[in-house]
C-alpha cells in the first residue's frame, strides 16, 4: 500500500536510509533462521522485567533494563501504544509489525527494549 497516508509523517518520515556500507555476502546471517530466531528472540522476552498496571509507561520508563509489558486483546494493546507513542494499527488479528504477537521497540532514544506481548505469545515463543 502507500505510505504518504495518514501515519507517513508520524511513523515513517523519521525514518533515514542507512548510508554505511555493509558487505552483506562477507556477514554471518545465520542467526535469522527462523529456529535460531525463534529461541533467541523468546529467550530475549521471557528475560525482560514484567511491568504490571495502567502505569506501564512510567515504570518502564524508570527502569534501566529491557521490560515486557503484557496486553490482553486488541483494546488493551491499542492503549498501551497510545502511551508510548508507537503505531497501533492492526491487520488480521495482530498488531502490524509484531513477531508472534509481540511489538518491540526502543522508547525516546533509550538502548533497553519494551516488548508488548500478547496473550498467547510466550507460548508460541516456546517459553
Do not use: C
Not at 2 to 30: C, R, T, V
Not at 46 to 68: C, I
Amino acid at each position: 500500500g502507500s505510505s504518504m497516508g495518514q501515519f507517513f509523517d508520524q511513523y515513517l518520515k523519521p525514518i533515514k536510509l542507512n548510508d554505511a556500507h555493509i558487505d552483506w555476502n562477507s556477514e554471518d546471517l545465520s542467526y535469522l533462521k527462523e529456529d535460531k530466531f525463534l529461541t533467541k528472540f523468546g529467550k530475549d522476552v521471557a528475560s525482560a522485567t514484567p511491568v504490571h498496571g495502567s502505569d506501564a509507561l512510567l515504570k518502564a520508563h524508570n527502569l534501566d533494563v529491557d521490560v515486557r509489558i503484557q496486553y490482553d486483546n486488541q483494546g488493551d494493546f491499542e492503549r498501551i501504544a497510545r502511551q508510548f507513542g508507537i503505531f497501533e494499527e492492526w491487520k488480521d488479528g495482530v498488531p502490524r509489525a509484531a513477531y508472534k504477537g509481540v511489538v518491540v521497540f526502543r522508547y525516546k532514544g533509550s538502548r533497553r527494549r519494551i516488548y508488548l506481548v500478547g496473550p498467547d505469545s510466550l507460548r508460541q515463543l516456546g517459553v
